[in-house]
């Protein structure tokens, strides 16, 4: 089993930043994707971004320049930099890790007021 941990969310001003951390935890587990989810309320989830264990990252359109993905792998950990925040940031932001399975976390909340 895989369990991913996820922190960093809060409540920021538009205009700021913010940055989530997941960590992957578990026994002999392989990392081919980790990846950032978000669901903003009555929403479907959305890809945020991902990164590849060979450092491959992809960007939803809207985000890119704004968002960074990057990861620790020797930690196991991804982490999501959000930049120039706006109020439609707002949303439950999920960490998935695909390996021999698919895991989610929990989920942190961003919440950005105007």
């Known amino acids: 089993q895989v369990q991913l941990v996820e922190s960093g969310g809060g409540l920021v001003q538009a205009g700021g930043s913010l940055r989530l951390s997941c960590a992957a935890s578990?026994?002999?587990?392989?990392?081919?994707?980790m990846a950032w989810y978000r669901q903003a309320p009555g929403k479907q989830r959305e890809l945020v971004a991902a990164?590849?264990?060979?450092?491959?990252?992809n960007y939803a359109d809207s985000l890119k320049g704004r968002f960074t993905i990057s990861r620790d792998s020797a930690k196991n950990t991804v982490y999501l930099q959000m930049n120039n925040l706006k109020p439609e940031d707002t949303a439950v932001y999920y960490c998935?890790?695909?390996?021999?399975?698919?895991?989610w976390g929990k989920g942190t909340l961003v919440t950005v007021s105007s």
């Open positions: 990164i590849t264990g060979a450092g491959t990252t």
């Open positions: 578990g026994s002999a587990f392989r990392i081919n994707v």
């Open positions: 998935f890790l695909a390996g021999d399975m698919y895991y």
